[in-house]
């Protein structure tokens, strides 16, 4: 199984510049992520999409969108990019309701930066 | 606001050595408390966790220790060696199965042969 997989892995755009990350998972999970790590933060919580069709704002939203494709897609836009969304991006999914152990698996991140 | 707070930020071990990693939380409604473990150029990936039902829970030479009054949890590496150094995350949310999952800022821990 490949697990959670994220593209592309690295990535340099000019400010003003839009792109979309992209996120697929193959375990069947019903929730998923987007984090962005920079030094010093640790992982924050851009969006989630705790079940297919389903979205929600974590804790640093702005200047973000996201579409829950399917039950195995999550995407990552950025309509206007700008400096301060320079950093590693990771999707992670988790599973929900019975057997799960609360575990998040995540993608080997996507670099980002924005010039 | 930070809900989930880490310390040391960075933490240098002798091999063979105990490293100790704190976090403190803010929230009472915490009821799920993993560690997470990243290598360079990787994604985080769940080392052990604990509820706080326990105060104790050992996996290997990994412990996590909780003090649900003091509203703190820290993560013991006894006998360190050289492939234990990586940066390691504290996290928390309300459950297991919670759409949350907020992390700690991140320990760099580097392990001396």
């Known amino acids: ?115 | 606001q930070q809900q989930v707070k880490q310390s040391p930020q960075s933490l240098i071990v002798q091999k063979g050595g105990i490293s100790i990693i704190n976090c403190a939380y803010e929230n009472t409604a915490f009821d799920y408390f993993p560690w997470y473990q990243q290598f360079p150029g990787k994604g985080p990936a769940l080392l052990i966790a604990i509820r706080p039902d326990v105060s104790e829970k050992k996996e290997g030479r990994f412990t996590i220790s909780f003090n649900k009054s003091a509203k703190q949890f820290s993560l013991h590496i006894m006998d360190s060696q050289p492939g234990d150094s990586a940066t390691y995350f504290c996290a928390a949310s309300r459950d297991s199965s919670a759409s949350k999952i907020i992390f700690g800022s991140g320990t760099r821990l580097s392990i001396r042969p």
């Open chain 1, 1 to 115: 199984n490949a697990g959670v997989t994220q593209t592309p892995k690295f990535q340099v755009l000019k400010t003003g510049q839009s792109m979309t990350l992209q996120c697929a998972q193959d375990m069947n999970h019903n929730s998923m992520y987007w984090y962005r790590q920079d030094p010093g933060m640790g992982l924050r919580l851009i969006y989630y999409s705790a079940s297919e069709g389903t979205t929600d704002k974590g804790e640093v939203p702005n200047g973000y969108n996201v579409s829950r494709l399917n039950k195995r897609e999550f995407s990552l836009r950025l309509e206007s990019a700008a400096p301060s969304q320079t950093s590693v991006y990771f999707c992670a999914s988790r599973k929900r309701g019975q057997g799960n152990t609360g575990e998040l698996f995540f993608g080997e991140g996507s670099r980002l930066t924005v010039l």
